[in-house]
């Protein structure tokens, strides 16, 4: 059973603060990662994709990607209220499937004035 | 640039009847994806064309559901005799496949209510 797992919160940091996300998954053949953000009753929207090791950055998003460790974060700096929303994880696996998401339950970001 | 588009955006029906949900996806994008949320879960993965053929099932996709994509072009999903746990947000994504890549975009979604 392959799976992704994040705590899914609530996670509440103070407005200009550094907010941090993590995700683990299960299985080592799995390639490529991506955070989307989720707004209560809306659709799932890409933030961030990664798939090597290391960081990857685009403005106030970092994406951080360890195989070794199975783990992937995303690092939002200087947050603010409109960043308050579900932040999804999820995981695309070969070797049989073509390219479906694996979700994890997603984390709960409040971003407090 | 259009991004992908879902018909209806709400749906509610009563148990026993039958839906059909649309998507059109980006235009150039060949691979198209279904998938349904419930409240609190991530999304969990139904099925996948690629152009127009239908190349996995989600052990989720009972014999109820069916999907299209004639032609390669936009999907339909239908669901018969509706049950109250049908009830969710159906989503469509669609990607381009290319070099390994596998960014997919959402639609807004289609949410189903069972009454």
């Known amino acids: 059973q392959k799976e992704v797992e994040q705590n899914s919160g609530p996670l509440s940091v103070p407005e200009g603060a550094i907010a941090s996300l993590n995700c683990t998954y299960s299985d080592r053949g799995s390639q490529s990662f991506f955070w989307y953000r989720q707004y209560s009753g809306k659709s799932p929207e890409l933030i961030m994709s990664?798939?090597?090791?290391g960081d990857k950055e685009d403005g106030r998003f970092t994406a951080q990607l360890n195989k070794a460790s199975q783990y992937v974060s995303l690092l939002i700096r200087d947050s603010q209220p409109s960043d308050s929303a579900t932040y999804l994880c999820?995981?695309?696996?070969?070797?049989?499937?073509?390219?479906?998401?694996?979700f994890g339950k997603g984390t709960k970001l409040s971003v407090k004035p | 640039d259009t991004g992908v588009s879902q018909d209806p955006r709400h749906k509610i029906t009563k148990r026993g009847q039958n839906v059909t949900f649309r998507c059109d996806p980006i235009?150039?994008?060949?691979?198209l994806y279904w998938y349904r949320q419930t409240l609190g879960q991530g999304p969990e993965f139904l099925t996948y064309?690629?152009?127009?053929?239908?190349?996995?099932k989600s052990r989720l996709l009972s014999d109820r559901f069916s999907a299209e994509r004639p032609k390669g072009s936009f999907s339909t999903l239908e669901i018969q005799r509706t049950e109250q746990g049908d009830s969710a947000m159906y989503l469509c994504?669609?990607?381009?496949?290319?070099?390994?890549?596998?960014?997919?975009?959402f639609g807004p979604g289609t949410r189903l209510t069972v009454t």
């Open positions: 064309f690629q152009n127009e053929a239908q190349l996995e």
């Open positions: 990664i798939y090597s090791n």
């Open positions: 994504a669609s990607s381009l496949a290319s070099a390994g890549l596998y960014e997919q975009y």
């Open positions: 999820a995981v695309v696996y070969y070797g049989g499937s073509q390219g479906n998401l694996i």
């Open positions: 235009s150039e994008h060949n691979r």
